[in-house]
């Protein structure tokens, strides 16, 4: 009996600490993914991007952190521009753009900087975009060009967590994204 007691306690305090430390991602610290700082404007998934674009890519055996070079665009999963600055996707200035988390799903999430709009350039996709107030997710036919490439924009999967495809029944949710991607085939690509 003496023996258990003690026994006991050393169980329950190792699974309290497992317990406490526990990470979905299922180690006790975060990832350190994989990423290049580009040195040049280079192009990326058929996008040119400025000199101090971050370049994320999907986790790799023994490759973490900070890279000397650019890996395998297969591997992106996210080009974030560096502070301030913006591209243009459809007329809109963007900052970052991010895959889908989901493999099974072929597409990405393009934020945009409304400060950075100018009144002359607000298409009525723009408006309807900036009323969502967050990022609008795109599916494509094509993973592998993340430009504004209106043949290759199969659909728009969301408008922030208002308005989403997965929720078929809501008519007004299809409705409105049905809008909105009529709205961005009519967006002069320049």
Same mark, same amino acid.
């Given at each position: 009996?003496?023996?258990?007691?003690?026994?006991?306690?050393?169980?329950?305090?190792?699974?309290?600490?497992?317990?406490?430390?526990?990470?979905?991602?299922?180690?006790?610290?975060?990832?350190?993914?994989?990423?290049?700082?580009?040195?040049?404007?280079?192009?990326?998934?058929?996008?040119?991007?400025?000199?101090?674009?971050?370049?994320?890519?999907?986790?790799?055996?023994?490759?973490?952190?900070?890279?000397?070079?650019?890996?395998?665009?297969?591997?992106?999963? *996210? $080009?974030?521009?560096? &502070?301030?600055?913006?591209?243009?996707?459809?007329?809109?200035? /963007?900052?970052? =753009? @991010?895959?889908?988390?989901?493999?099974?799903?072929?597409?990405?999430?393009?934020?945009?900087?409304?400060?950075?709009?100018?009144?002359?350039?607000?298409?009525?996709?723009?408006?309807?975009?900036?009323?969502?107030?967050?990022?609008? *997710? $795109?599916?494509?036919? &094509?993973?592998?060009?993340?430009?504004?490439?209106?043949?290759? /924009?199969?659909? =728009? @999967?969301?408008?922030?967590?208002?308005?989403?495809?997965?929720?078929?029944?809501?008519?007004?949710?299809?409705?409105?994204?049905?809008?909105?991607?009529?709205?961005?085939?009519?967006?002069?690509?320049?």
């Amino acid at each position: 009996m003496k023996f258990i007691k003690p026994f006991s306690s050393l169980i329950l305090l190792i699974l309290t600490g497992c317990i406490g430390n526990l990470s979905p991602n299922g180690g006790n610290s975060s990832v350190d993914y994989p990423y290049f700082i580009t040195t040049e404007p280079i192009i990326v998934k058929k996008i040119l991007v400025p000199k101090g674009t971050r370049l994320t890519y999907d986790e790799h055996f023994f490759v973490k952190g900070k890279q000397d070079h650019t890996m395998s665009e297969k591997r992106l999963t *996210s $080009i974030k521009l560096p &502070e301030g600055q913006t591209l243009d996707w459809g007329g809109i200035p /963007i900052y970052w =753009i @991010e895959k889908f988390f989901n493999s099974e799903m072929r597409g990405y999430t393009v934020y945009a900087d409304f400060s950075k709009l100018t009144e002359d350039k607000k298409t009525k996709f723009a408006k309807i975009w900036q009323g969502c107030t967050d990022g609008l *997710s $795109i599916t494509v036919k &094509e993973v592998d060009d993340w430009s504004f490439n209106k043949v290759n /924009i199969a659909d =728009i @999967e969301s408008c922030s967590v208002q308005y989403q495809r997965y929720f078929k029944d809501d008519k007004e949710q299809q409705a409105f994204l049905d809008d909105m991607l009529n709205e961005l085939r009519k967006v002069d690509s320049k």
